[in-house]
Each structure stands twice: as C-alpha cells, then as structure tokens.
C-alpha cells in the first residue's frame, strides 16, 4: 500500500501515537488499535496458508517428477533443486520492489494473486495423461507427443510462477509481521523478539499439516486434488489477511534517498579514493568528532567515501558517518551468510532423498532463561547450535542408510526396488528429529538476524538475504547432486543415485555431507569471533 509522506500539522500527537508508522488511510497510528499481536495474528495467519501450499508442491515433488512424469531420481532431484533454488533467490527481487517502489502490503497483495495462478494452473497440468500412464519408461530418453509436451511445458511454467509468486511473498510478509511491533517500546520490543519465534512455529504447523494429509492424498487419492487444495487454502489465506487491513500499521517512506544508493555510493568512493592515505582518512574523522570505536576500525577501507575525489564536501559527494556504518552493516553479514550454505545444502535433502529413502522402507505406524538474555541466547549462537545438530543429523542419516543397504542385501532385495525392505520407517525418525531441532535453532536465528542487522529501509532485503542462502544451497546441492552422478555412473556401474536405490550410495552422500558440515562449522565460528552486533544489539 502506497503511504505518502506525513506533514507534522496532518493530526496531533497523540501520547500513545507510533512513529514512523500510519494507518490505511494514511493517518498517525494509535499504539492502542493497532498493530502488535493483533495485527501480527492476520499475518501469521497468510503464512501458515502459504507454507502450506509451498510445501503442499515442494515436499512430494520428487515423487510426481518420477511418477508421473517419469523421471530419473537423479534428474528429480537436480530439478527440485533449482526450483526451489530458484525460490529462494527471487525473494532478493521481490525484497527490492517492495522497499524501492511498491511497499510490503501492496507486494504481499499481488505475489499472492499470482501464488493462486501458479496454483490453479498446475492443478490444469495435472488433469493431463502423465507419462508414466502414456507407456513412456523414461522422461529423459522418450520423445513426447504433443499432448504430453504441452503438459510438461504447462507444467514447469506453473511451478516457476509459484516460485516467482513466493519471491514477493516471502520476505514482505515476515518483515510486515515485524514492522506490527514497535521496538521503542520495551514491551513491544520484547514480543518482537517472541514473534520470530511463534512465526517459525506457524511456518511449522502449516507444513506438518502438508505432510500429514497432503502427501497421502497426492500418492493415494489424485494429485489434481493434491494441488488444487494448495490453491484454496492460498486463497483462504489471502482473505484472512485482507480482514486485518484496518489494524496493520504501514512504515512510513521518508524522503530520504534510497538505502541501495546510498550504500552503493560508499563503495563507489571507497574504490575512488583507493589511493587516499590514512592520515587523510585519520583527519577528516578527527573532523567530524567520530570517536574510535570497534566499528570504525573493522573494514577501514570504507571509511576513504568521507572524502570526495576532488576533495568537495559538497552534500551528495561525500558520505555520512550513518551511511558508512550502514555499508558495513550489510558488508558485515557476509562471512555468516557464506557459512550457513552448506547448512543449506543438507536442508535441501529433506525434500528429495530423505524423501526417497523413506519410500522404499515399511512405513506402517505399528504391526497392530538461564542465560541472562532476553531470547535466552544470541542469535549467532542460535545459529551455530543448529549447525551442530545439522551436521549430527548427516552423520545419523549415514549410519541408517548403511543399515538399509545392508538389510537389502541379507534379504536379497538388492535387484528388487519394487519391494519394501523390512526396515521400519521409524529408523529414519532420529534424524528428522535432529534435523527439525536444526531448524529451530538455525532458522528462527538466521530469520531474526537478518532482519535485525541491516538498515530499517533494508529489512525486506535482509529477509532476501537469508532465503538467498537457501537458494544459493539448493543450486550448490544441484550441481553436486549431477557432478557427482557424472562420475559414479561411468564404466557401467550404479551411480551414488541409481534410480534402484538398493545399489546406490546415498551413505557415501551423507557422510560427504557430514564433512562439509564440520568444515562450514569451523569457518562459522572463525567469523562470528570478529562479528560486531549493529545498533548494539547482542540478543
């Protein structure tokens, strides 16, 4: 929702007003009808319909990518990888329209409309003849008819507009959650802290309501239903979330220049000025009366944008002090983002071959504040936490793999993929359960330390910023996933990802995973050493 600037003769301060923020109509806010839980509940609400829907595609996709359309495992896999990569990444698209040009609501509106598309169109794709029902063996060595082909195209096409749709979604909708609670209210400030918390326990709900029901009537009942009901859930969401209109509160966009430009001009000037001595840089800080501080000392060369090249102090020429500690904000966050990739990767597995490997096992349920800290711990140490149980959960899925293989092998079912090993399902329970508690740690950290390490303008984009790393990890599992089938396959021998998988190696997969997780871990931990908290926040 467009929100025009605010003169201060426009409405009285009122004692319980909140700056920085209007109404729908464009009017000051009163702290006592708006926002806070209240709002934050409408939003909740949209993300739980979307996680839902999300995952209603995304968790079983492997199975109708070699089912239906009669796919390798491997194709699959590498396949649903680059989607959800793919929705990953375009959140840092979506984050920058909605901060430069549209405004989260107005984002959140239209990524929606187009969520329910993408949805009723891929329901449509699914009303067609499969492959595997047209006699085709394989998708990647068949030549399809036109119906077929038209299907696929269809298809793909509507799987894509979901994660374009997503790309909008996803970061306003978290960041207009946050913007409810007004953090220069200590009461509000600490349920801001809570509300990334009961946001990941939504995202949670909406996502084990997928799997418990979705999953089943996609493999047992019709995939046309097993898509269509993301679509109305979508939609349900999406009224839910108009319903709260009249309470949210709306940022208010000042006049200022936009925060991209002005952390561009920093590094556009830092490299101008390369050639700057320090005792210049020295002098224009002494200048200013900037004090020495941790902050001023880490990343130095950006400090040389206080000075113009032709030496003008000219408005415009040259950079504030709060520009340059906003570059160095965002600079800041590099080191944790590039370690938390492989972290990534392994989340990528849950999808496809944990998937998998349960598929071919018996999956009936039964024969018949200590720390002083208002969040308990920081959020760096949040996140290395679940580091740690994410690499423990790869060495877990390892040793269960090896079991599986090696039950196969005693009941002589290695060259019979069709039967079910008689391994119960539940083996496979430890390293969920790790891996959930990873999310836990992992991404309610991430989630609130992106948002809370950049610039106000710039928190759609933080929220970019650590999907991104989901995105760039699910492109990094991809290529893996194909380099490594590349060389295991040759010589006429059964790949890491056979599509049988009692001949495959996905343990040898895990443990790989396993050591690359150690080594993410070490380098995590090297970086938050020097990490300084801006706004000095350490919680």
């Known amino acids: 929702m467009a ?17 920085g923020c209007l109404d729908y109509k464009g009017r000051r806010v009163r702290r006592s009808n708006s926002g806070g839980w209240r709002s934050a509940s409408f939003i909740i609400a949209v993300e739980i319909a979307e996680r839902f829907s999300y995952y209603g595609i995304g968790s079983n996709l492997i199975t109708y990518l070699t089912g239906p359309l009669g796919e390798s495992t491997a ?5 649903v990888n680059a989607w959800s990569g793919a929705a990953s990444l375009l959140p840092l698209l979506g984050a920058f329209i909605a901060d430069s040009f549209l405004g989260r609501y107005s984002t959140i509106i239209l990524a929606s409309l187009v969520y329910i598309l993408g949805l009723g169109l891929l329901t449509l794709s699914a009303t067609f003849p499969s492959v595997s029902t047209s006699g085709g063996q394989n998708a990647d060595n068949i030549t399809l008819n036109s119906s077929l082909r038209f299907q696929v195209i269809l298809f793909f096409f509507s799987l894509y507009l979901v994660a374009f749709a997503q790309g909008g979604h996803k970061p306003c909708v978290q960041a207009f959650g946050a913007d409810q609670f007004d953090t220069e209210d200590p009461e509000e400030c600490k349920a801001k802290s809570s509300f990334f918390n009961w946001w990941y326990f939504g995202m949670c709900g909406g996502t084990l309501t997928t799997l418990s029901i979705l999953n089943y009537i996609q ?11 993301p679509g109305i859930v979508m939609a349900a969401g999406l009224v839910v979330f108009v319903l709260g209109t009249t309470t949210y509160r709306y940022s208010v966009k000042g006049d200022e220049e ?3 430009v002005r952390i561009g001009r920093v590094f ?4 101008r000025n390369w050639k700057t001595s320090s005792s210049a840089i020295a002098a224009e800080e002494e200048a200013r009366g900037t004090l020495p501080s941790e902050s001023s000392k880490q990343f130095k060369f950006l400090n040389k944008a206080l000075l113009a090249p032709d030496g003008s102090k000219e408005q415009g020429k040259v950079c504030s002090i709060r520009e340059l500690e906003e570059a160095k904000a965002v600079i800041r966050l590099a080191p944790i983002w590039a370690t938390s990739l492989i972290y990534a990767v392994v989340f990528a597995q849950s999808s496809t071959f944990f998937t998998k490997q349960g598929a071919t096992m018996d999956r009936s349920i039964t024969k018949g504040a200590l720390t002083g800290k208002p969040a308990g ?3 760096l140490q949040r996140i290395g936490t679940g580091m740690v149980l994410s690499a423990t959960s790869m060495v877990i899925a390892a040793l269960v793999e090896m079991q599986r293989l090696k039950t196969a092998q005693e009941y002589g079912l290695v060259d019979k993929p069709n039967v079910k090993v008689p391994m119960s399902v539940w083996w496979l329970v430890p390293q969920y359960v790790l891996f959930g508690l990873s999310d836990v740690f992992t991404m309610v950290g991430l989630q609130e330390f992106f948002y809370d390490q950049v610039p106000n303008e710039l928190r759609s984009v933080g929220l970019a910023l650590y999907l991104s790393i989901f995105g760039v990890g699910s492109f990094i599992s991809s290529f893996l996933i194909s380099a490594i089938e590349n060389v295991t396959s040759g010589d006429g021998r059964d790949s890491w990802f056979a599509n049988n998988l009692n001949r495959a190696h996905l ?33």
């Open 258 to 260: 936009s925060p991209f």
């Open 219 to 229: 493999d047992n009942l019709s995939w046309v239903l097993g898509f269509a009901i």
């Open 507 to 539: 343990d040898y997969f895990y443990w790989l995973l396993a050591a690359l997780s150690a080594m993410a871990l070490f380098l995590y931990l090297y970086s938050t050493k020097s990490y300084i908290y801006a706004r000095g926040r350490r919680f």
């Open 268 to 271: 556009i000037l830092a490299v």
């Open 75 to 79: 194709t699959a896999a590498a396949q």
């Open 3 to 19: 929100m025009s600037n605010l003169s201060a003769a426009q409405t009285p301060l009122l004692d319980d007003t909140v700056d």
């Open 377 to 379: 711990i920081t959020m």
